[in-house]
Structures are given as structure tokens and as C-alpha cells.
């Protein structure tokens, strides 16, 4: 069956602009999370999503956010960008508890 | 931050053996292993969890100390496709999808 699929893939945005970014999970699989992954950072856990709700949430500022639809995509947003925002933004697809999360191929943000 | 401790790099030779270490001193009852690896600008990918028996599956090997506190990773026949960053991670996945706290990981280079 299809993996998780990201798009876009690849995105270029200026400082102050802001930026909505796609996940589409495995089908079958409800929950979703984000994370970023920078070179400084790592790979930080952005939030997750189950059934349209948020159930937890990393240590990121208040123009980071997301959403989930009925049909479990998702969606995260990020507003007045900011030179650090660039990293690659990594979702995960996965059953409501489950050992294993699936990722996606990210989408690679730069802001210039 | 990471529960665990990772070599920060490792050469192995094609066609060895390849096991990455990983300490996991302060894991608790309920918290299994989980092994994931990424490969140069794609998502991480996931390759064996166990709790406290040793794991084979078609990717790999989990050998897991009595006491816990450590674990090994091992690809058995390494090829040039298994270069990688290897994390190592720690997560009960009893209380719903707790989110993956990676660390830096080990950086294998397989070696012709």
C-alpha cells in the first residue's frame, strides 16, 4: 500500500511570509505527528494529531500549527517565518497505538 | 532529551557484521527499544523495537541486555546501502503515540 506521502516537497519562502505544508498518512492509519529536523537541533517533535484532535504538543513557539481532517490528512502552518524555520518538516503515519510510526519523505523548507 | 547514548560514528566493512551499541541506563519497566535509521535527506525509516527479548526481523537484529540498560543493533551482512544515521530510542507506546525522542545517533559508513 502507498507510505505517507508530504508535499510539497520542496519550498522556498521569504522571512515574514508564512507556509502550510501537506501530510497525507498511510491509509487506515489515524494519528499523525510532525517533526522538524534541523542540523543544530535534530529531529524536535512538533505535535501529533488523532481523529481531528491535538493530543500533544513539543516545545515550539505559537506560529507553529496544525490540523487534521476527517479523512486523517493533515496540515501544519507556520506563520511570520523566521531564518531558523528552515529545516526539513518530517510527519509520521501511524495506528491510534502503535509500535512503529511511519515517515514520510519531508518537505525540505528554506526561508530566505 | 534522548534517554540514550549512541557511539557518534562507526565504520564497517561490506559484507561484515555491523553492531551499533546503544545505552539505555534509566529505562523503565513499560519502555521499549526502537531502532530507526535515515538515510542522507530522506525520512527515517523504522527497522525493530523489542522490549526484553531479542528481535530478528528481515532488516536486522535486537540483542538486549538482561538487565536492560543496553542494547545492540546488528545488520548482518552490511552493504553500502545500510550507510546511515542509527538512533536508538526508548518509548512505551502504552500510553498512546508518545512522540519519538531522538538523539544524534550513530553515523554508520559501510565501507567497500
Known amino acids: 500500500k502507498a507510505g505517507v506521502t508530504q508535499t510539497p516537497r520542496y519550498l522556498i519562502k521569504t522571512r515574514g511570509q508564512q507556509v502550510t505544508l501537506s501530510c497525507s498518512p498511510i491509509?487506515?492509519?489515524?494519528?499523525v505527528s510532525w517533526y522538524q529536523q534541523t542540523p543544530g537541533q535534530g529531529l524536535q517533535f512538533l505535535f501529533e494529531?488523532?481523529?481531528?484532535?491535538?493530543?500533544n504538543k513539543g516545545n515550539f513557539p505559537g506560529r507553529f500549527s496544525g490540523r487534521q481532517f476527517s479523512n486523517s490528512r493533515s496540515e501544519m502552518n507556520v506563520s511570520t517565518l523566521e531564518l531558523g524555520d528552515s529545516a526539513l518538516y518530517l510527519c509520521?503515519?501511524?495506528?491510534?497505538?502503535?509500535?512503529?510510526?511511519?515517515f514520510g519523505p519531508g518537505t525540505r523548507l528554506t526561508v530566505t | 532529551d534522548a534517554k540514550t547514548t549512541q557511539p557518534t560514528s562507526m565504520d564497517c566493512a561490506e559484507g561484515r557484521a555491523a553492531n551499533l551499541p546503544c545505552n539505555h541506563s534509566?529505562?523503565?519497566?513499560?519502555?521499549?527499544v526502537y531502532w530507526y535509521r535515515q538515510i542522507h535527506s530522506q525520512g527515517p525509516q523504522y527497522i525493530i523495537h523489542?522490549?526484553?527479548n531479542n528481535e530478528t526481523n528481515e532488516m536486522a537484529s535486537l540483542i538486549i541486555t538482561e538487565d536492560r540498560k543496553s542494547s545492540t543493533l546488528i545488520l548482518p551482512h552490511a552493504t553500502l546501502r545500510d550507510t546511515a544515521v542509527y538512533y536508538c530510542?526508548?518509548?512505551?507506546?502504552?500510553?498512546?503515540?508518545?512522540?519519538?525522542?531522538f538523539g544524534k545517533g550513530t553515523r554508520l559508513s559501510v565501507i567497500a
Open positions: 509520521t503515519s501511524s495506528l491510534v497505538i502503535s509500535y512503529e510510526q511511519y
Open positions: 494529531y488523532f481523529s481531528e484532535t491535538q493530543r
Open positions: 491509509s487506515g492509519h489515524r494519528s
Open positions: 534509566t529505562i523503565s519497566g513499560n519502555e521499549y
Open positions: 523489542g522490549l526484553k
Open positions: 530510542i526508548v518509548r512505551s507506546p502504552n500510553s498512546g503515540n508518545t512522540p519519538l525522542v
